[in-house]
């Protein structure tokens, strides 16, 4: 009888504070608006919320609350009230989709961590898949990828404890430690029968947002590991030094294992390369999560051509730059299926170091495609693979034969050169193919791209046609107010109580929501 009053009266409570709740994350959401930003004071959260006047599900609060109970005074071992809540809590958040989850302190902290480019870790951009961790992508330059770790691998056990339906912040917890401390991971890979050891050295990850180079004279790769706040804006200073130095001929822009990051960021390296227009809109179920993005005027490349690389590990904020510049016809997309992550997720500030992270909105490329579970396909598939040349190099030629008579052409130094790419070939086959296709499209278009009109440029530029979706919509920006959008674990935006820190600027909205350890 005690049990079943216990009972009754934890379900009155709950129906209370469920009750009380809108009220109370209105009121809260107001007050922690700061009205010196500009910010529209009404409630995001607001919006996100049922109506108050919603018949509540009374049965199945009480049939919580008898479990509740029954946990509380059967259970093995003492459980505090607070951790039962928050386990509830996790609960309901894993049950919706791989990327809603339970913030606290500690997960929340490092996710603003992520946006400077710096945190401590072990370099690996994580995501949760049928109960296992599996890596999205090894972080360039980090301890991951020095220990081998590759896109793919599932994470079994960590110190010989399985994480199997673990919650991706609990496992993201346990591969934390202090810089120098090591941590053994059980991994499965595809094509291995047998699980094996890893271990890996935890140390500050500097993750280097942007790096270029030379392929060759006038071909400029680019690479991108993540997006980080200021990766756009590091692209496009790349770029005009590249410019400044002289005209060029093509771009390689390589997403390959990036695992996305702030929505911003992508917007803003695609939109260097567009000339106005749409990038990219989102939408969901309530209209504060409809938003779109468009270029700024001016192609800064002149339409100079560009090859866009792309495999499984190119996630969300990469997506969104493949997506938009095929949808575009600005850039030929090659490489593998892409991850198909796209949807946007939104922190929701419990209190000061408790948050949720909440699935709220599906992004769109140009065209109307959702790319959600889809992913990208590339317009020219080049699987990554090891390449041998068949044709032997001592074969005899006409030079090598006795009085061969000389060619009037004069010497032909390509040694260097041919050296060069059979290098590149060898060491990264989709990256050459690129460049190869780089340099085909120039000796179809011998004017240069650079110097030729822009709708020359890309009438002359061969993109095989996708089906198309004709979209008409507008979307309003939204106010910031408690509700602050980020792009998983790289934040545009970082809420502390509700309250928007001017120091990260916006936009708020963001597309990735993967750990990153």
């Not at 056990?157 to 912040?169: A, F, M």
């Not at 997006?227 to 060029?248: H, M, N, S, V």
């Amino acid at each position: 009888m005690d049990v079943r009053l216990r009972s009754r009266s934890i379900g009155l409570l709950l129906t209370l504070l469920a009750i009380c709740l809108p009220a109370l994350a209105e009121e809260a959401a107001t007050d922690t608006t700061d009205p010196a930003q500009g910010v529209d004071p009404h409630s995001a959260m607001e919006d996100i919320q049922e109506p108050a006047t919603q018949s509540l599900p009374l049965e199945d609060l009480q049939m919580f609350a008898d479990v509740f109970n029954q946990i509380r005074q059967g259970y093995v071992e003492s459980v505090p009230d607070s951790e039962l809540f928050e386990l509830a809590v996790q609960g309901m958040l894993s049950g919706l989709d791989p990327h809603s989850v339970f913030l606290k302190e500690r997960a929340y902290d490092s996710l603003q961590e992520t946006t400077q480019g710096e945190f401590s870790g072990l370099g690996i951009e994580i995501g949760q898949d049928r109960g296992y961790i599996t890596i999205i992508a090894p972080i360039d330059g980090s301890p991951a990828e020095a220990a081998g770790l590759e896109a793919g691998d599932v994470i079994l056990k960590i110190d010989g404890e399985s994480i199997r339906d673990l919650p991706v912040n609990k496992s993201v917890e346990m591969m934390r430690g202090p810089t120098g401390s090591e941590v053994l991971l059980s991994i499965g890979r595809r094509g291995v029968a047998d699980p094996f050891d890893v271990t890996v050295v935890r140390d500050i990850i500097k993750v280097p947002s942007v790096r270029s180079r030379e392929l060759m004279e006038g071909y400029l790769w680019l690479r991108a590991s993540q997006f980080q706040r200021d990766t756009g804006l590091e692209a496009i200073a790349t770029l005009e030094k590249a410019l400044a130095e002289g005209p060029l001929k093509g771009v390689v822009i390589d997403l390959r294992n990036n695992p996305g990051g702030v929505l911003g960021a992508s917007v803003d390296m695609a939109g260097a390369v567009l000339d106005g227009g749409l990038v990219v809109y989102t939408e969901g179920r309530h209209p504060q999560a409809a938003d779109q993005y468009d270029a700024a005027p001016g192609d800064m490349l002149n339409g100079t051509p560009i090859v866009v690389l792309i495999n499984g590990g190119s996630a969300s904020a990469s997506e969104i730059v493949a997506g938009a510049l095929q949808d575009r016809r600005r850039a030929v997309i090659m490489g593998t299926r892409s991850f198909g992550k796209g949807s946007v997720q939104t922190i929701l500030p419990v209190n000061d170091t408790r948050a949720v992270k909440l699935t709220t909105a599906l992004y769109y490329t140009p065209n109307g495609r959702s790319i959600q579970a889809e992913g990208i396909v590339p317009d020219i598939v080049v699987e990554r693979a090891e390449v041998t040349s068949v044709e032997s190099n001592r074969r005899t030629k006409e030079a090598d034969l006795q009085g061969s008579l000389s060619g009037d052409g004069g010497p032909v130094d390509a040694q260097s050169e041919s050296e060069a790419l059979t290098e590149l070939r060898n060491s990264d086959n989709q990256l050459y193919e690129a460049l190869t296709l780089l340099r085909g499209i120039n000796l179809l278009t011998p004017d240069a791209p650079s110097e030729a009109p822009e709708a020359e440029a890309h009438a002359s530029f061969p993109v095989t046609p996708l089906r198309r979706t004709t979209v008409d919509t507008w979307m309003g920006e939204e106010p910031m107010a408690a509700r602050l959008s980020v792009c998983g674990h790289p934040l545009s935006c970082v809420a502390r109580g509700g309250r928007y820190d001017p120091r990260l600027r916006s936009p708020a909205r963001s597309s990735d929501s993967r750990a990153t350890r």
